[in-house]
């Protein structure tokens, strides 16, 4: 079973619509959740951080964790074609610093 | 403040030859991870170094090998290239280590990209 697992997608989303990323995690002493954006050809840069149950709100980003259910999505409202990207789920254990990573899912929005 | 910056940004290299990547972290941050990153296998974590030692290393093998400096840098040794080894390396850095804040939130640098021919 893999550390963290994600839906490859591809996603595709018209513009304006709510794009939905989802992820699971296996291991339930993680503590720390991230979601990073990546542009094809660059390197992922963080676009949320979540370390408790419930929602987290950041302009037209939410991060949502349930640690009983060991899943933790991204919601992105209002989506742009400049959302078009992967979107990489990582998860941090309590103990050391090791971030495990998804897959990715790949999101397109379409104009 | 300057964010994590990673030397060469590019890298031809022939099998068997062997390379050095370099890092700097951003200001004040004490721990280095490093990742390969390919089409096929996604991020995958090499080593993580912080106060100059090594505390996590992946399943990689031996031919890959790091270091961390007094001030934070690091670097990533890749001995004996293969054509797998072809691959985006990202290095990350972050304030702190065992934290359940934003301390520990990875900034990644822009990457090198490392072709074996």
């Known amino acids: 079973q893999k550390e963290v697992e994600q839906n490859s997608g591809p996603l595709s989303v018209p513009e304006g619509a709510i794009a939905s990323l989802n992820c699971t995690y296996s291991d339930r002493g993680s503590q720390s959740f991230f979601w990073y954006r990546q542009y094809s050809g660059k390197s992922p840069e963080l676009i949320m951080s979540?370390?408790?149950?419930g929602d987290k709100e950041d302009g037209r980003f939410t991060a949502q964790l349930n640690k009983a259910s060991q899943y933790v999505s991204l919601l992105i409202r209002d989506s742009q074609p400049s959302d078009s990207a992967t979107y990489l789920c990582a998860v941090k254990r309590t103990a050391g610093n090791q971030f495990y990573f998804g897959t990715g899912t790949s999101l397109t929005v379409i104009p | 403040k300057a964010g994590v910056t990673q030397t060469p940004r590019y890298l031809i290299k022939t099998r068997g030859q062997q390379v050095t990547l370099s890092c700097s972290p951003i200001s004040g941050h004490r721990s280095v991870s490093w990742y390969q990153q390919t089409p096929g296998q996604g991020l995958q974590f090499l080593f993580e170094?912080?106060?100059?030692?090594?505390?996590n290393k992946g399943n990689f093998p031996g031919r890959f090998s790091g270091r961390q400096f007094s001030n934070s840098r690091s670097e990533m040794n890749v001995s004996t290239l293969e054509l797998g080894d072809s691959a985006l390396y990202l290095c990350a850095s972050s304030l702190v280590r065992d934290s359940g804040t934003t301390k520990n939130i990875q900034y990644f640098g822009a990457g090198t990209r490392l072709s074996v021919l």
């Open positions: 170094y912080f106060s100059e030692t090594q505390r």
């Open positions: 979540i370390y408790s149950n």
